[in-house]
Nanobody, 124 residues
């Protein structure tokens, strides 16, 4: 079993930055692709980005591409989402997930584990 706990969310002004963390426990995630998702009230879950097990491949949604970076530190068993130039439309509950490939995570398919989420609120 793997438990994923997100942190780093909060209230930030438009144009600001946040770094979200996803800490895994129970087992190593070093062999898993990791993804970030978000969901705002009244909207469906949205894929944000993903990183392969070896960090060789990353995928980003067009809405965050160019201003967000996913990274991982296998020593700390943690995955990060750095978000810059935040916009009010970025406001959502952000949560991480573990899977096999970035492609599957992008589609939300065969996700093995989900975190509980951390709230990001961007004020205008």
């Amino acid at each position: 079993q793997v438990q994923l706990v997100e942190s780093g969310g909060g209230l930030v002004q438009a144009g600001g930055s946040l770094r979200l963390s996803c800490a895994a426990s129970g087992r190593t995630i070093s062999t898993k692709a990791m993804g970030w998702f978000r969901q705002a009230p009244g909207k469906e879950r949205e894929f944000v980005g993903a990183i392969s097990w070896d960090a060789n491949r990353t995928l980003y949604a067009n809405s965050v591409k160019g201003r967000s970076t996913i990274s991982r530190d296998n020593t700390k068993n943690t995955v990060y989402l750095q978000m810059n130039s935040l916009k009010p439309e970025d406001t959502a509950l952000y949560y991480c997930a573990a899977g096999v490939t970035t492609w599957e995570l992008q589609k939300g398919i065969n996700v093995d584990y989900w975190g509980q989420g951390t709230q990001v609120t961007v004020s205008s």
